[in-house]
């Protein structure tokens, strides 16, 4: 008898800092279109762990720029409602010995890196690993030579922020910790997080977590050629819908890989 392929589930995952683009809507069709294909599931994830930055009224209004568009989710998962997961995969890391509190400020870690570091920033030079106090608002970094070195893998990564103490965790830890907890198998997202992946299935390895596949596409931008932000000009879905669009040939064109006039890809 057969084997049961694994079932594919693949999600979207919206940061609620403002309204989405066709960039996103790229990312969300894709993703959708790729399990429904598979009779997977799809995963809608709210990734409001940011509280200073995130608004509730951007979670409505992406729930409903997704339901105009025709994209419809297996399960919602709103990321703060996820605390006590993230909580213990830090600590687990912690007990590991693989984070440092670190209280270095943007200013100081810019003066005292060398090389900038893809767009991304200055790659964090250790200053204070080994360090062991922790006050309140610290951030807890990933000690990358000592993670690497036990999962064997070699290469040049920053010390990632992976929490701040009284805080709760950030991105890069939130992602994975949910991603296996939703029984992610495929994630589909932007070439802007290329960057991110391996650190995440590092991560994974460490938290004896499943790797789900990865794909990134290329990035959409407008008639600048720069690509999309959320404040570019016209690029929303809300732009797009009071422009008239047609959501079911707008989510043609996109798994179709055609995109609106107006907009181009971004250079990689
Ligand atoms: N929340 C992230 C963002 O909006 C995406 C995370 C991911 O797809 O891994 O950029």
Same mark, same amino acid.
């Given at each position: 008898?057969?084997?049961? &392929?694994?079932?594919? !589930?693949?999600?979207? *995952? &919206? $940061?609620?800092?403002?309204?989405?683009?066709? @960039?996103?809507?790229?990312?969300? =069709?894709? /993703?959708?279109?790729? #399990?429904? #294909?598979?009779?997977?599931?799809? !995963?809608?994830?709210?990734?409001?762990?940011?509280?200073?930055? %995130?608004?509730?009224?951007?979670?409505?209004?992406?729930?409903?720029?997704?339901?105009?568009?025709?994209?419809?989710?297996?399960?919602?998962?709103?990321?703060?409602?996820?605390?006590?997961?993230?909580?213990?995969?830090?600590?687990?890391?912690?007990?590991?010995?693989?984070?440092?509190?670190?209280? %270095?400020?943007?200013?100081?870690?810019? #003066? /005292? *890196? /060398?090389?900038?570091?893809?767009?991304?920033?200055?790659?964090?030079?250790?200053? %204070?690993?080994?360090?062991?106090?922790?006050?309140?608002?610290?951030?807890?970094?990933?000690?990358?030579?000592?993670? /690497?070195?036990?999962?064997?893998? $070699?290469?040049?990564?920053?010390?990632?922020?992976?929490?701040?103490?009284?805080? @709760? =965790?950030?991105?890069?830890?939130?992602?994975?910790?949910?991603?296996? +907890?939703?029984?992610?198998?495929? !994630?589909?997202? @932007?070439?802007?997080?290329?960057?991110?992946?391996?650190?995440?299935?590092?991560?994974?390895?460490?938290?004896?977590?499943? !790797?789900?596949?990865?794909?990134?596409?290329?990035?959409? #931008?407008?008639?600048?050629?720069?690509?999309? +932000?959320?404040?570019?000009?016209?690029?929303?879905?809300?732009?797009?819908?009071?422009? @008239?669009?047609?959501?079911?040939?707008?989510?043609?064109?996109?798994? $179709?890989?055609?995109?609106? =006039?107006?907009?181009?890809?971004?250079?990689?």
């Amino acid at each position: 008898m057969a084997e049961h &392929p694994q079932d594919i !589930v693949t999600r979207f *995952a &919206p $940061s609620p800092t403002g309204r989405l683009h066709l @960039g996103h809507a790229l990312s969300a =069709v894709l /993703s959708h279109d790729f #399990a429904r #294909a598979h009779r997977g599931r799809f !995963v809608l994830r709210i990734e409001d762990i940011d509280t200073a930055r %995130c608004r509730t009224e951007f979670t409505d209004a992406i729930l409903d720029d997704l339901r105009w568009l025709g994209i419809d989710w297996d399960r919602l998962d709103i990321q703060t409602d996820r605390a006590a997961d993230h909580a213990a995969a830090l600590d687990r890391l912690q007990a590991m010995g693989l984070l440092y509190p670190c209280t %270095c400020t943007r200013a100081e870690i810019a #003066a /005292s *890196a /060398s090389a900038p570091h893809g767009g991304a920033g200055p790659i964090y030079p250790g200053t %204070c690993r080994g360090r062991t106090d922790a006050p309140e608002g610290a951030a807890w970094r990933l000690d990358m030579a000592k993670a /690497s070195a036990i999962v064997g893998v $070699s290469g040049r990564h920053d010390d990632v922020v992976l929490a701040r103490k009284g805080l @709760g =965790v950030a991105y890069h830890l939130a992602v994975v910790v949910d991603d296996a +907890a939703a029984g992610v198998t495929d !994630v589909i997202r @932007g070439a802007d997080l290329l960057s991110a992946t391996p650190v995440q299935n590092l991560l994974q390895v460490l938290l004896g977590l499943p !790797v789900p596949r990865y794909t990134h596409h290329p990035l959409v #931008a407008g008639s600048d050629g720069k690509r999309l +932000a959320k404040r570019t000009p016209g690029a929303t879905l809300a732009d797009l819908r009071a422009a @008239g669009a047609d959501p079911a040939l707008l989510r043609n064109d996109l798994r $179709s890989g055609r995109l609106p =006039v107006g907009f181009g890809w971004a250079d990689a």
